[in-house]
């Protein structure tokens, strides 16, 4: 009985082990942490649009092309969050790779009906990002603007939902951040 | 119709795929011969077939300059339909090794000799969850035109 009790405890702490580790992989710590590189790409409408824009917001930068199936998988998960999470703080910048252009772009975000804001992308833009060599390839930005986790390929929907939800500060664990004195009075006195 | 194969030769070679002619073509003015692209498709990748179901796939294609052979006709082989990870029904595509045919016309008043029969591959290559962006390979086959 005894060392049944054992086998099952050493299961309990590995499988624990096991989660903590997966979590830790999925998003890097804040202080290993790069500044995501800067570009400034046109959008649908021909608007010029600068990443540090989105500065304050935790983005999901996803670098993707019409011709990607994978790509074609994530797209409504992507429309999803943009809905749920854009009040909190967060966005969603489609980065198309199409060699064709918006001519090829524009249709496929109508006929996806996609929500969120998609750029152009160029081969110098990627070049900054490691060359993204192949699509999709999501990079995961916290509020900073800096890089939290990269996803290459398709991954789950929970995966990025794990990891948006962490950046938002959403996760339980974040509600028990320990808060200082007057702040919490300016809180109770509603200033 | 005068046709031979007589030695491999690789020359073409990149990240998910490798070319290799089938061999030198002996061909005679005014009649046809036919050449084999031989494309082996790394393990782990896939590339689209030249009939893709799906219309937002890009096709493989095989192209030729117009001399000094004419091409009549290219014979692509039956495609793979597999289905992957991040489709929804079997997509057409080619995996593993397999050999495209191309039937040229050998024009009556083609220069004789040793000569090159130039031509562009172009695939688009997908892993069970990535894929890389199109790819445009040279290819070339070694003629020996009489």
Do not use: R
């Given at each position: 009985m005894s060392r049944f009790l054992l086998c099952l405890g050493a299961l309990l702490l590995v499988s624990t082990s096991c989660t903590t580790t997966t979590e830790a992989r999925a998003l890097k710590p804040e202080a290993g942490r790069k500044q995501a590189p800067g570009f400034d790409l046109k959008d649908s409408t021909g608007k010029a649009v600068k990443l540090?824009?989105?500065?304050g917001k935790v983005v999901l930068l996803n670098f993707w092309a019409t011709w990607c199936g994978p790509c074609k998988v994530e797209i409504p998960w992507f429309i999803d969050f943009e809905t749920r999470y854009k009040d909190q703080g967060f966005a969603v910048l489609g980065v198309a790779m199409d060699d064709?252009?918006?001519?090829?772009?524009k249709p496929y975000i109508d006929q996806k009906k996609i929500n969120y804001r998609v750029l152009m992308g160029t081969d110098p833009v990627a070049q900054l990002y490691g060359?993204?060599?192949?699509?999709?390839t999501t990079f995961v930005l916290d509020r900073d603007g800096k890089i939290a986790g990269v996803h290459i390929g398709l991954v789950s929907k929970s995966e990025y939902e794990n990891d948006i939800k962490q950046l938002l500060g959403q996760k339980k664990a974040n509600w028990f951040q320990p808060i200082r004195l007057g702040d919490l009075a300016s809180m109770l006195l509603g200033r | 119709m005068a046709v031979s194969v007589t030695a491999a030769l690789a020359f073409g070679q990149n990240e998910q795929l490798t070319v290799a002619s089938g061999g030198k073509v002996v061909a005679k003015r005014g009649e046809t011969a036919v050449a084999t692209v031989r494309i082996t498709v790394k393990p782990g990748f896939h590339i689209n077939s030249n009939?893709?179901?799906?219309?937002?796939l890009i096709p493989l294609r095989l192209t030729w300059e117009p001399k000094p052979l004419v091409m009549e006709s290219i014979k692509f082989p039956t495609p793979k339909q597999d289905k992957f990870e991040f489709s929804e029904k079997p997509l057409s595509v080619y995996e593993g090794e397999f050999v495209i045919e191309t039937k040229f016309k050998v024009p009556a008043d083609a220069p004789t000799g040793m000569g090159l029969a130039s031509g562009k591959l172009r695939y688009q290559a997908c892993s069970n969850t990535a894929c890389y962006p199109p790819k445009t390979v040279p290819v070339s086959i070694p003629l020996d035109i009489r």
């Open positions: 540090s824009e989105y500065k064709e252009g918006w001519s090829i772009v060359g993204v060599e192949s699509l999709p | 009939t893709p179901n799906e219309e937002y």
